[in-house]
C-alpha cells in the first residue's frame, strides 16, 4: 500500500517538473512548430497548479502504472500581437494580395518525387455535462504525400493532445471529475465558417501515435480537389493563370452552388489557401492572389501573429451566419445539432510575405446572440497552420522508396 509519504514524494517531484506559465506559452507556439530547424517534442502539463490540484495530480501519476492516462491539460494561450490591427480600407487589403502575387510569381521553381503538405489543425470544442459544458482545444498534425510519378497519395494524421480553452474552462473541467479523455469529440480538418468540422473522434490529453489515414488514389481517383473539382496532377498545373477564369471554376463548383449560407468572399477564402499549398505552378498562385484583391468584402489586418506565434500580413473577410456551432457526432446520420442560433464570424488568411505561401487560416466568433459565450481566445474556434508545403525527392513514411 502506498503511504502518505511516498505520495507527497511524487507531489515534490511533480511540482519540480511543473514549468510556469511562460514556459507552458512557448510550448503552445512551438505547437504550429518553427519554419527552419528541429521541432521541438509538445508537452501538455498544466501550469499554476494549486496545492489541492497538484496532490491529485500526484495520485494520479501513480494510477498510471495501472490505467495509461495522459498528463491533464493546459490552458490555451495565444501570442502576443496575434490580433493585429483591421484597417477597413478595401485598397490596403488589394496591396497586401497585389503584393502576395507578385513574390508567388517571382518564387523559385523547385522539383521532387513527392508534393508533401504538413499541416496542424485546431478546433475547439465543447465537451462535458449538458448543464456544464466547457471548451476544449483539439489538435492534430496532417501530412499528405502525393507522388509525381503516379498520383498515389498518403495521408498520415496524429493527435496532439487536447488542452482547456481557459481558467473558467478548467473549473468545470474539475467540476466533470479532470477526464483525460472524451468521447467523439475530435475535429481532424479545419471548420466551416458555420463551425462544421471533420471527424467525431475520441480525444485525450496526451498525444496519440501517427498513423496512417489512407492512401489511395484520392476522390475520383485524383489526389487534388480544387473548389470541389477533383484533380490529378497534370489536370491541377494545366490550371489557367487567369483570375476571372479561376474565379468561375470555383464558383460553378456544386460546393458553392449548394451552399446553404454565406457569400462568394467567404467561400472563396475558406477554399483558395487549400489550393495555394498544392503543387500549382507559380503563375497560377499569383492569380489566385490577385483573383482574391478582387473579391469585394475582404479587408486587411496588418502585420499579425498567428496561433503559434508565426509573423505573417492578413486578410480578412466578415459574415454574419444562421445556425453556428454543429454538435453533430460524426457516427450518426442525425440532423446537424446547432449550438447557436446566429452568429458572426471572421475568417483570416495570413500570408508570409516573404514567400507568397499561406502561414494559418483561422475563424473566430466576432458576435454571438446574447447570453451564450465563447471563452476561446479572441473568439477563436478552429485554424490551420501551414507547416510545410513544397517538393521533395524524400519517401513517404512506410514506403519502400
Known amino acids: 500500500m502506498r503511504t502518505e509519504d511516498d505520495l507527497r514524494a511524487a507531489l515534490t517531484t511533480l511540482e519540480r517538473h511543473t514549468p510556469d506559465a511562460d514556459t507552458v506559452l512557448r510550448a503552445v507556439r512551438s505547437a504550429g512548430g518553427r519554419r527552419r530547424g528541429r521541432r521541438p517534442a509538445l508537452r ?42 483591421a484597417n477597413s480600407d478595401v485598397g490596403a487589403a488589394r496591396q497586401v494580395l497585389l503584393a502576395a502575387a507578385k513574390t508567388a510569381a517571382r518564387s523559385p521553381l523547385t522539383t521532387g518525387r513527392h508534393w508533401k503538405k504538413s499541416t496542424i489543425t485546431g ?5 462535458g455535462p449538458s448543464d456544464d459544458r466547457y471548451l476544449i482545444m483539439d489538435q492534430s498534425r496532417n501530412e499528405s504525400w502525393t507522388a509525381r510519378s503516379s498520383d498515389d497519395v498518403m495521408v498520415f494524421t496524429q493527435s496532439l493532445g487536447a488542452q482547456l480553452a481557459s481558467t473558467r474552462d478548467r473549473a468545470a473541467w474539475r467540476r466533470d471529475g479532470s477526464p483525460t479523455a472524451w ?12 463551425g462544421f468540422t471533420e471527424g467525431g473522434n475520441r480525444v485525450t490529453t496526451a498525444p496519440g501515435e501517427r498513423h496512417m489515414a489512407f492512401g489511395e488514389k484520392g476522390p475520383g481517383g485524383r489526389p487534388f480537389s480544387v473548389g ?6 497534370k489536370e491541377l498545373q494545366a490550371l489557367p493563370a487567369d483570375p476571372a477564369r479561376l474565379e468561375k471554376l470555383f464558383l460553378d463548383s456544386p460546393l458553392y452552388k449548394h451552399r446553404e449560407d454565406g457569400d462568394a468572399a467567404s467561400y472563396l477564402i475558406e477554399q483558395v489557401p487549400e489550393v495555394l499549398a498544392m503543387p500549382v505552378t507559380r503563375q497560377v498562385r499569383s492569380a489566385l492572389y490577385r483573383m482574391l484583391a478582387g473579391v469585394s468584402g475582404v479587408r486587411s489586418l496588418g502585420r499579425v501573429r498567428d496561433v503559434a506565434g508565426h509573423e505573417g500580413v492578413a486578410i480578412a473577410v466578415t459574415e454574419a451566419h444562421q445556425k453556428c456551432g454543429d454538435r453533430t457526432k460524426a457516427d450518426t446520420d442525425a440532423d446537424p445539432s446547432w449550438i447557436y442560433s446566429t452568429c458572426t464570424v471572421e475568417q483570416r488568411l495570413v500570408i508570409n510575405p516573404a ?3 499561406p502561414v494559418a487560416q483561422e475563424l473566430r466568433y466576432t458576435k454571438l446572440p446574447a447570453g451564450p459565450k465563447w471563452s476561446a481566445p479572441g473568439g477563436l474556434f478552429s485554424y490551420e497552420i501551414f507547416e510545410y508545403a513544397g517538393w521533395t525527392n524524400a519517401s513517404a513514411p512506410g514506403s519502400q522508396g
Request: proline share 9%; charged share 5%; glycine share 14%.
Open 44 to 85: 501538455w502539463w498544466a501550469s499554476g497548479l494549486t496545492t489541492a490540484g497538484a496532490l491529485a495530480a500526484a495520485a494520479a501519476v501513480f494510477a498510471m502504472s495501472a490505467t495509461p492516462a495522459g498528463p491533464p491539460p493546459s490552458v490555451f494561450r495565444m501570442p502576443d500581437g496575434t490580433e493585429g490591427t
Open 355 to 357: 514567400t507568397g505561401l
Open 228 to 233: 470541389g473539382h477533383s484533380m490529378s496532377l
Open 183 to 194: 468521447a467523439s469529440a475530435g475535429a481532424s480538418g479545419l471548420a466551416g465558417p458555420q
Open 123 to 127: 478546433n475547439f470544442v465543447q465537451v
